[in-house]
């Protein structure tokens, strides 16, 4: 695998990884009343 391909690589799974935390974070501040199971 290329420098080149591999460094995409870790951008999108950072990427997702960020997307993830936000998600979390979200939820985390948000009252159990509004969360929709």
Do not use: G, K, W, Y
Not at 23 to 30: G, K, M, P
């Amino acid at each position: 695998m290329s420098d080149a391909n591999f460094d995409e690589t870790l951008r999108v799974m950072n990427a997702v990884l960020d997307a993830e935390r936000e998600r979390q974070l979200v939820i985390e501040q948000t009252p159990d009343a509004e969360i929709v199971r």
